[in-house]
């Protein structure tokens, strides 16, 4: 008996907790809203509110640290970074290493990068090359003596080049840098993470799947890697995986409030589109005018049956944004369920003025017309489909093009 009623404490004490767990959420996404958009006193402001309910949470203190520096308080930036090692190493370095470098002490700067590249947060060359506060740093003679003493390993030097690869769409490149590593390094799990962006870029999902699991495997810790788990299971339909990953990534990134837009799309993936609009309204509660969160808001609006209202959405947006290809794709798919056939032929056909390639356009348009009575065209326009690889084209070939 005595079991049960500690565990009816512990319920009504989780119970009673969720209220504060709600409001320090809303906080957390203000400060990210206002720090998004340079309002670095705000987000300051809320940031101390956070701070008063929980003063020894280690993500608050980074995050003002990182305020405190875009503000141009340096000795503010210090004093918070400070705070926020007291509560794990490594998660104010990065700001003491700018501080630092700002002051020109560079061999501080480098202290504190190896201090940070010795915790779970780490920081690559690539990285520090990319970083703008760490510049002096990187154009003084104690960041050149630091290389050519061995500050880093040989094999990051290499990590540039694969991003660099990556950047010009030279796959094979990049991937033939990576699996170098990977030779020569078999548990450098960021080698097997960067595999996998490279595939998400390639369009090769469910590879980067499993090359991001062994990345996992080897080491978890990093919101980056989790963040990417999410994307891969959206652009897979696993809603379950991801909401799993969500969590996951939301314990190492917890401002993040872009990740109402993952969970957004995760809902709805998982039949839960009053729940997924629920979460999209929260994320508007902060960037009102976000043309991603109208343009989710419209889809959603669509799997609720909702077509009339989705319509008014994707109209309000394509003012602004009239070179969307994916706008005019769903304005054809809602007229095609508002049986507006002609209407959706006409916004098919703009889609693939801007994106010819796209087979799943070439199949709807197909629709459009077919149910217009087109039928030459409509398999003239299936064809197509079939002929940049949608196998259901193939089907409405068989079926009606004989």
Avoid at 71 to 99: I, M, T
Wanted: proline residues 3%; glycine residues 4%.
């Amino acid at each position: 008996m005595n079991k049960y009623k500690r565990l009816l404490v512990v319920l009504c004490i989780l119970m009673l907790q969720l209220p504060l767990l709600a409001q320090q959420d809303s906080l957390r996404y203000r400060a990210y809203s206002q720090y998004k958009r340079q309002l670095f006193q705000p987000a300051i402001n809320t940031l101390k509110l956070l701070l008063e309910q929980n003063k020894q949470d280690v993500h608050t203190h980074s995050f003002l640290a990182h305020c405190y520096l875009k503000h141009g308080q340096l000795s503010k930036a210090r004093k918070y970074a400070l705070k926020a090692e007291d509560f794990r190493k490594g998660s104010g370095q990065l700001v003491l290493a700018r501080v630092a470098t700002a002051v020109d002490s560079f061999d501080k700067a480098l202290t504190h990068l190896e201090s940070l590249r010795k915790s779970r947060y780490r920081c690559h060359y690539h990285q520090c090359m990319s970083d703008d506060y760490l510049l002096p740093l990187i154009y003084s003679e104690s960041w050149e003596e630091a290389c050519e003493n061995g500050f880093f390993k040989p094999y990051e030097f290499f990590y540039h080049r694969v991003l660099q690869a990556l950047d010009e769409q030279m796959y094979g490149e990049a991937l033939g840098w990576i699996r170098d590593i990977q030779v020569a390094h078999p548990r450098e799990h960021y080698a097997w993470f960067l595999e996998a962006v490279v595939l998400q870029a390639m369009d090769k999902q469910r590879d980067a799947l499993k090359k991001l699991d062994h990345a996992l495997g080897l080491y978890s810790p990093i919101a980056e890697y989790q963040g990417l788990k999410v994307e891969l299971c959206i652009s897979l339909q696993q809603p379950d995986e991801g909401l799993f990953a969500l969590r996951r990534y939301r314990h190492y990134a917890p401002f993040d409030a872009e990740s109402l837009l993952w969970e957004a799309k995760l809902r709805n993936m998982d039949k839960d589109t009053p729940k997924a609009l629920e979460t999209l309204a929260t994320y508007q509660e902060f960037f009102p005018n976000s043309h991603k969160a109208i343009h989710l808001q419209a889809q959603l609006m669509k799997d609720a049956d909702k077509p009339l209202d989705a319509l008014r959405t994707v109209n309000s947006l394509m003012r602004e944004r009239s070179s969307d290809a994916s706008l005019y794709q769903l304005r054809g798919e809602l007229y095609l369920e508002t049986r507006s056939y002609r209407f959706a032929e006409k916004d098919f056909s703009m889609a693939l003025d801007l994106s010819p390639a796209n087979a799943a356009l070439w199949l709807q348009k197909g629709m459009a017309r077919w149910l217009q009575g087109d039928s030459e065209g409509a398999c003239s326009d299936w064809q197509w489909a079939r002929h940049y690889g949608n196998k259901e084209a193939v089907k409405k070939l068989l079926d009606h093009c004989q």
